[in-house]
């Protein structure tokens, strides 16, 4: 199997074609790339700038360049010695635009009788026989604005089939509706009355069926031919956790794909390890990013950051967060799940949606996978029976039914084993999760906002040297070729909004009193999204105004505290973006942020050099997300997917000469070169990070040091930098290696070792350092 040595993701977008990116590959390539990442590429929802709406799985999107867009891409990164993975999306599918989508087509026309009717997860019988499509407006009478052109039923620019032999001359729009094998119904009725399995919440996105032995065929049909035509080399799999088996999942697609390199978009949380049986190299890295960024948090900011704006403790929120999740978002998951309970449970409907809701909000994971995970089930039952004693009669039945295998058994099985009911759960709880915590929760837990990441926990606030080091021998023991990263598509902030925003943890106290002087001159009257969105600011800064606000929209609704998607509160947004603008209007607030960001600006360049250089040399396979080579300091989506400037990278990169060492200010200059010259030494050198040990620091300063060799490949970072000058800086401090001449790889500079290497000299110039043994090797 080839496996790559380092990934960088490209979002493909009819903006950004795979044409494009074959333009891009030689800057690539010069970059010290080793494979090209490239989100989803089969044919979308026309306009969609991310493609995880597929419409058509049998062709590459035309819009994105299409196939002959693809075989360039191919041809130039294979030429260049370059791999090709790809993103795809085996859950769901875009359903916005029925027309564009034949699959949904053929099932909305045809209803059972349609041959994709399997290839849905469609629980026709909770309406009595049709599909419901959750579209109609809020009006009196929404159907009157159907109209019947040319054989299609209209309802304004929506367009939907009309059964053949339901429609005769004189036949009004609303009776021809009622033919057919879907019903049109208030879009909010979708959260209780759906009767499809989506995507989380998203009523355009329908689950589709990849366990059915001719849906997946058919689905993966163009991703078989991208390797037998040797177009791709991996596969990164998005959100596998909606699937109702991944594990046979995987093993089907790694026959197609030739025994290629695979990785799972799949969310462990603290502690929890991928399942041993899965075919796949590892995840993406959310967990790595988790463990990079608590690195550089300083443990002693946590109680004063935390009695800044008192709240609720993270586990009782995330479980409320989770059951309003359960109980309105998604409360048709869980009716379905109660239409599947045996008639002999001897539960009634409502006692067994309070104890499923309550189960799922008690889940400490995303999902099991049983008999893998059987104690996550246990202890969700635990839980749930001691915060809802009541239930506890139901929770026992329930426990027996959703695993009904025998107690120890480790023996993989089947879906038909192991029963809709209990399938269905597994697939739920992920969902449930993902909209309780990182859609809700992450956005009013703002003690410290660089932690709220996907992978990550917010109530684990830092980890120690020594508790790091012992992860990433547990990673290069166990998953070396796992994706590691710091910024994706889908993070809340960027790798380096994120450096920025985690120094407050070392100056909680200067946070407080800016933070406190903020809420006084521009009040929202919600202290939690206050607190938020001020650090967004600070850790973003300079931002647009235009960026900030539609960030404090989106962030406020998701939190759904005091404002909501759903239901607007005008006079709490028109507060929260009165505070937005006066980060720009008004001469006191703008000089209290512009204040901190320079107070910190340093510290937040320090921790994002080392941040990057510990992921790019760490054990895994380090992805650099489009851009991020340069400062990115961006906030959630839609802000983290704008246009990349690739020319002026390609114009500071040609600036590198010799030992040139850029200074680490706002130019980017200095991001960029320890990207290429660590990406560089690994693709020329990857013998050099073949193993894992701690590097050992003597004096002061050392838990400012953090350091490993990979084998030949020396990587050492600074942590903490406010403290460690305000402490004195490094006085003795010094690294132990052994005697010899070292090379920093980012400065070309050399350094004499007779057993210890002074931490002064070697960050002279940089808070890292690369360094290889010149001689004696």
Same mark, same amino acid.
């Given at each position: 199997m080839r496996t790559p040595l380092s990934t960088y993701r490209l979002q493909i977008r009819p903006s950004f074609t795979l044409f494009d990116a074959a333009e891009l590959v030689p800057y690539l390539a010069d970059l010290g790339v080793d494979w090209v990442y490239l989100s989803p590429i089969l044919t979308a929802e026309e306009g969609s700038d991310h493609g995880y709406d597929v419409v058509d799985p049998s062709s590459v999107d035309p819009a994105r360049g299409g196939a002959e867009g693809l075989k360039a891409l191919s041809d130039a990164a294979h030429a260049a010695g370059m791999g090709v993975l790809v993103d795809i999306v085996p859950n769901h599918m875009g359903v916005a635009t029925p027309a564009a989508n034949a699959w949904w087509w053929s099932v909305l026309e045809q209803g059972r009788g349609s041959r994709y009717a399997e290839a849905f997860d469609i629980d026709w019988d909770a309406a009595a026989g049709k599909l419901r499509l959750p579209v109609l407006g809020d009006g009196d009478d929404e159907l009157s604005a159907l109209k019947l052109v040319d054989g299609e039923l209209h309802y304004y620019d929506n367009r939907y089939p009309v059964a053949p032999g339901t429609a005769s001359e004189g036949d009004s729009p609303r009776d021809v509706h009622a033919r057919q094998h879907y019903e049109l119904v208030n879009w909010r009725r979708a959260d209780n009355e759906l009767n499809y399995r989506r995507f989380f919440g998203v009523n355009t996105l329908a689950g589709i069926r990849v366990e059915e032995p001719w849906v997946f065929d058919e689905a993966h049909a163009e991703v078989k031919r991208w390797f037998d035509e040797g177009l791709v080399d991996g596969l990164r799999i998005d959100h596998p956790d909606g699937l109702a088996d991944p594990k046979a999942y995987l093993s089907r697609l790694r026959e197609l794909a030739n025994d290629s390199y695979i990785l799972v978009e799949k969310i462990l949380e603290p502690g929890e390890k991928l399942p041993a049986e899965w075919e796949t190299e590892g995840t993406t890295g959310y967990d790595a990013l988790a463990d990079v960024d608590r690195l550089f948090v300083d443990p002693s900011g946590e109680e004063q950051l935390t009695a800044l704006v008192p709240t609720e403790p993270y586990t009782d929120m995330i479980h409320g967060t989770k059951r309003g999740i359960a109980d309105h978002l998604l409360n048709s998951e869980v009716q379905r799940l109660v239409r599947l309970l045996p008639a002999d449970s001897g539960l009634d409907a409502g006692?067994?949606?309070?104890?499923?809701?309550?189960?799922?909000?008690?889940? /400490? *994971?995303y999902r099991s996978y049983l008999p893998v995970g059987e104690q996550y089930l246990t202890d969700a039952v635990i839980a749930a029976t001691v915060r809802r004693p009541d239930l506890a009669a139901a929770l026992r039945v329930l426990h027996g039914l959703l695993n009904p295998l025998e107690a120890g058994s480790t023996e993989p099985v089947s879906l038909k084993a192991l029963g809709e009911l209990a399938a269905r759960f597994q697939q739920t709880s992920g969902m449930v999760m993902a909209k309780g915590v990182e859609d809700t929760a992450f956005y009013r837990y703002s003690r410290l906002t660089s932690l709220n990441e996907v992978g990550a926990d917010p109530a684990h606030f830092a980890?120690? /040297?020594?508790?790091?080091?012992? +992860?990433?021998? +547990? +990673?290069?023991?166990?998953?070396?070729?796992?994706? &590691?990263?710091?910024?994706?598509?889908? &993070?809340? @902030?960027?790798?380096?909004?994120?450096?920025?925003?985690? *120094?407050?943890?070392? *100056?909680?106290?200067?946070?407080?009193? &800016? %933070?406190?002087?903020?809420?006084?001159?521009?009040?929202?009257?919600?202290?939690?999204?206050?607190?938020?969105?001020?650090?967004?600011?600070?850790?973003?800064?300079?931002? =647009?105004?235009?960026?900030?606000?539609? $960030?404090?929209?989106?962030?406020?609704?998701?939190?759904?505290?005091?404002? &909501?998607?759903?239901? /607007?509160?005008?006079? %709490?947004?028109?507060?929260?973006?009165?505070?937005?603008?006066?980060?720009?209007?008004?001469?006191?607030?703008?000089a209290l942020v512009v204040s901190l960001v320079e107070r910190i600006r340093s510290a937040g360049y320090s921790n994002s050099l080392s941040a990057k250089l510990l992921q790019l040399t760490m054990p895994g396979v380090p992805d650099v997300y489009q851009g991020t080579e340069f400062w990115d300091r961006s906030l959630v989506d839609p802000d983290n997917r704008r246009e990349v400037d690739f020319d002026r990278r390609r114009q500071v990169a040609a600036s590198f000469t010799g030992g040139s060492a850029p200074a680490a200010d706002e130019d980017a200059a200095a991001k960029l070169l320890l990207t290429t010259r660590a990406l560089q030494l690994k @693709?020329?050198?990857?013998?050099? %990070?073949?193993? $894992?040990?701690?590097? =050992? *620091?003597? #004096?002061?300063?050392?838990?400012?040091? %953090? #350091?490993?060799?990979? #084998?030949g490949a020396i990587a050492l970072v600074t942590r903490l930098p406010l403290n460690l000058e305000q402490g004195g800086g490094w006085q003795d401090t010094a690294v132990v290696l052994e005697s010899g001449t070292y090379r920093d790889v980012l400065t070309d500079r050399t350094h004499q070792s007779s057993g210890r290497l002074a931490a002064a000299d070697l960050f002279g110039i940089y808070p890292v350092a690369l360094l290889v043994r010149e001689d004696g090797e």
């Open positions: 006692t067994a949606a309070d104890a499923i809701a309550e189960l799922l909000a008690c889940f /400490p *994971v980890v120690e /040297p020594a508790e790091l080091h012992a +992860r990433l021998l +547990r +990673r290069q023991l166990e998953q070396p070729a796992a994706m &590691t990263a710091l910024t994706t598509h889908d &993070t809340k @902030r960027s790798e380096d909004t994120r450096a920025r925003i985690s *120094v407050l943890a070392e *100056v909680p106290g200067e946070w407080a009193k &800016t %933070f406190t002087a903020l809420e006084e001159l521009a009040p929202m009257g919600d202290g939690a999204m206050a607190n938020l969105l001020w650090q967004a600011i600070v850790g973003a800064w300079p931002l =647009s105004r235009d960026r900030a606000h539609a $960030y404090a929209e989106k962030a406020s609704r998701e939190a759904g505290a005091s404002t &909501t998607w759903t239901a /607007p509160n005008s006079e %709490f947004e028109d507060r929260m973006h009165a505070a937005v603008d006066a980060a720009f209007d008004n001469p006191e607030v703008n @693709r020329e050198r990857p013998e050099l %990070f073949s193993s $894992y040990v701690p590097v =050992s *620091v003597e #004096g002061p300063a050392a838990q400012h040091l %953090f #350091g490993f060799d990979r #084998g």
